[in-house]
């Protein structure tokens, strides 16, 4: 069964501060994978797409990362701000498959 | 900018009952979907629609489940038979037809079955 494990479950970082959060998965044959922000009660919002030959993609201080080979993925907040509070979730998806697969999430709480 | 629009925000039913949970795609997009997410728990797919046909359904989705595509704006999940186990946020979304698949998520309908 294909799957996506997402590591830390949670954390606390304080505003300013840089963090990094981890995603495997086992999703075979694979065509992409995203990285998506969820704040709480709210539906999930895309930040980053990358297909099996990107190995990095930004968007503002976000920075997602891939490595196909070893079937991982990061996402790396810089300056963090209280707004990033939030679920960020691994995402992958299937050649020519529209269902994806999600990850539980990483909470991150944000500090002031 | 355009967005996924779901009604209503919180439906309470009670078991047994049918339910209805309403969304409007964004306008130009071509292909559709539903997911949901138990309280505390991953999202998962439920659903996928396109050229007015299910393309693909997860073993969640079993015959108590239908949806249906009725005018040219709305995509309904309809349940027939609501459990108790029913009860969680249901997502909507839609994506452009593309090579990237992207998907947009509304803001979601939380079920509660009593």
């Known amino acids: 069964k294909n799957q996506v494990e997402q590591s830390p479950q949670s954390l606390i970082i304080l505003e300013g501060k840089n963090c990094t959060l981890q995603?495997?998965?086992?999703?075979?044959?694979?065509?992409?994978l995203r990285w998506y922000k969820q704040d709480t009660g709210r539906g999930p919002v895309s930040l980053t797409i990358?297909?099996?030959?990107?190995n990095t993609k930004s968007n503002g201080r976000y920075t997602a990362t891939l490595d196909a080979d070893t079937k991982q993925s990061s996402l790396h907040i810089t300056a963090s701000q209280l707004s990033d509070s939030a679920s960020y979730i691994c995402?992958?998806?299937?050649?020519?498959?529209?269902?994806?697969?999600f990850g539980a999430g990483t909470t991150v709480t944000v500090r002031a | 900018e355009p967005e996924v629009t779901q009604t209503p925000s919180h439906q309470v039913t009670q078991m047994g009952q049918e339910v209805i949970l309403r969304c409007v795609p964004i306008?130009?997009?071509?292909?559709f979907y539903w997911y949901r997410q138990i309280l505390g728990q991953k999202v998962e797919f439920l659903v996928s629609?396109?050229?007015?046909?299910?393309?693909?359904k997860s073993e969640i989705f079993d015959d108590q489940f239908s949806v249906e595509r009725p005018d040219g704006s709305n995509f309904t999940l309809k349940i027939r038979s609501t459990k108790l186990e029913d009860s969680a946020m249901y997502f909507c979304?839609?994506?452009?037809?593309?090579?990237?698949?992207?998907?947009?998520f509304g803001p979601g309908t939380r079920l509660t079955v009593t």
């Open positions: 995603c495997n998965y086992t999703v075979s044959p694979f065509s992409n």
């Open positions: 990358m297909t099996f030959s990107e």
């Open positions: 979304a839609s994506g452009p037809q593309g090579d990237t698949y992207e998907q947009y």
């Open positions: 629609f396109y050229n007015n046909e299910i393309s693909e």
């Open positions: 995402v992958v998806s299937e050649p020519n498959d529209y269902k994806l697969s």
């Open positions: 306008s130009n997009h071509l292909y």
